[in-house]
C-alpha cells in the first residue's frame, strides 16, 4: 500500500474581493483517481481547490483556494507521501497587486500586470527523496508529446499523464501515460473512471510495486 498525494481541481487568483482568474478544471478527474486509489488498496490524501463535487470518503481532503495555497499545503504533506499525481489546474499566474475594493468601471481599459505563480510539481520534484516518485499532468493544445516530455523533465516526474482541452470540465477524457524515455506505457480513452483506474495500474506496475 502506498501514502498518495493527489492535487485536484482550479485554484483562483483573485484580483479584487470578488473577481479572480482561474480556469475550467471540475475536480473529476482528480475525484476519479482518488476513487481509483482506494479501489487498489492505496491511501490517498487529496488536495483540491474549489470543486462542486465531493471525494470519495476514504480520502482525507484538504481544501485550499489559491495556487500559494496549494503548494504550501503539498510541501507540508509530501514529506510523509511515498508519491504525489499532481492532477490539479493551478493558475499559473496572479495579479501583481490585488485591489483591496472591488474595481469599477471607469470607461476604459483596465490593464492588468500579471506575475508567474509558484511551480507546485516542479518545487515537489526539486525535495523527492530516492524512495518517493512524481507523476504530473500536462494538459496542451499543440506540440502536445513534446511539451509534455519537457514538463517531465523539468518537475523531475517519473510519469506524465498527457490530455488536451476536451478534458476540462467533461466526464470523459483520453490520455497517454509517458515515461522518460518519451515512451507510451498506457494510452487509454473513456469515462474519467475508467481512464484514473488505468493510470492507477500503470504507477502500480512502475512505481509502486518498481
Same mark, same amino acid.
Given at each position: 500500500?502506498?501514502?498518495?498525494?493527489?492535487?485536484?481541481?482550479?485554484?483562483?487568483?483573485?484580483?479584487?474581493?470578488?473577481?479572480?482568474?482561474?480556469?475550467?478544471?471540475?475536480?473529476?478527474?482528480?475525484?476519479?483517481?482518488?476513487?481509483?486509489?482506494? $479501489? =487498489?488498496?492505496?491511501? #490517498?490524501? &487529496?488536495?483540491?481547490?474549489?470543486? %462542486?463535487?465531493?471525494? +470519495?470518503?476514504?480520502?482525507? *481532503?484538504?481544501?485550499?483556494?489559491?495556487?500559494?495555497?496549494?503548494?504550501?499545503?503539498?510541501?507540508?504533506?509530501?514529506?510523509?507521501?511515498?508519491?504525489?499525481?499532481?492532477?490539479?489546474?493551478?493558475?499559473?499566474?496572479?495579479?501583481?497587486?490585488?485591489?483591496?475594493?472591488?474595481?469599477?468601471?471607469?470607461?476604459?481599459?483596465?490593464?492588468? $500586470? =500579471?506575475?508567474?505563480? #509558484?511551480? &507546485?510539481?516542479?518545487?515537489?520534484? %526539486?525535495?523527492?527523496? +530516492?524512495?518517493?516518485?512524481? *507523476?504530473?499532468?500536462?494538459?496542451?493544445?499543440?506540440?502536445?508529446?513534446?511539451?509534455?516530455?519537457?514538463?517531465?523533465?523539468?518537475?523531475?516526474?517519473?510519469?506524465?499523464?498527457?490530455?488536451?482541452?476536451?478534458?476540462?470540465?467533461?466526464?470523459?477524457?483520453?490520455?497517454?501515460?509517458?515515461?522518460?524515455?518519451?515512451?507510451?506505457?498506457?494510452?487509454?480513452?473513456?469515462?474519467?473512471?475508467?481512464?484514473?483506474?488505468?493510470?492507477?495500474?500503470?504507477?502500480?506496475?512502475?512505481?509502486?510495486?518498481?
Amino acid at each position: 500500500m502506498a501514502r498518495i498525494l493527489i492535487t485536484s481541481g482550479p485554484t483562483r487568483q483573485y484580483l479584487d474581493p470578488v473577481r479572480y482568474l482561474t480556469n475550467g478544471s471540475s475536480g473529476r478527474m482528480g475525484r476519479a483517481l482518488v476513487a481509483a486509489a482506494a $479501489e =487498489l488498496g492505496h491511501e #490517498p490524501i &487529496v488536495v483540491t481547490g474549489p470543486v %462542486a463535487l465531493d471525494y +470519495p470518503g476514504a480520502a482525507a *481532503v484538504h481544501w485550499i483556494v489559491s495556487t500559494e495555497e496549494l503548494l504550501d499545503v503539498c510541501e507540508r504533506l509530501f514529506p510523509t507521501c511515498d508519491g504525489v499525481i499532481g492532477a490539479a489546474a493551478p493558475c499559473d499566474y496572479r495579479p501583481q497587486k490585488i485591489a483591496e475594493q472591488k474595481l469599477h468601471k471607469t470607461g476604459g481599459p483596465l490593464l492588468l $500586470e =500579471l506575475v508567474e505563480t #509558484p511551480d &507546485v510539481m516542479a518545487t515537489l520534484g %526539486a525535495r523527492k527523496q +530516492p524512495h518517493q516518485w512524481l *507523476v504530473g499532468f500536462a494538459l496542451e493544445t499543440d506540440d502536445q508529446r513534446f511539451r509534455a516530455l519537457t514538463k517531465l523533465e523539468k518537475k523531475s516526474c517519473d510519469l506524465i499523464v498527457l490530455n488536451g482541452p476536451a478534458a476540462m470540465d467533461a466526464l470523459d477524457n483520453q490520455v497517454e501515460v509517458l515515461d522518460k524515455s518519451g515512451s507510451v506505457v498506457a494510452a487509454v480513452g473513456g469515462s474519467k473512471e475508467a481512464v484514473a483506474r488505468v493510470i492507477l495500474r500503470t504507477i502500480d506496475e512502475r512505481l509502486v510495486g518498481g
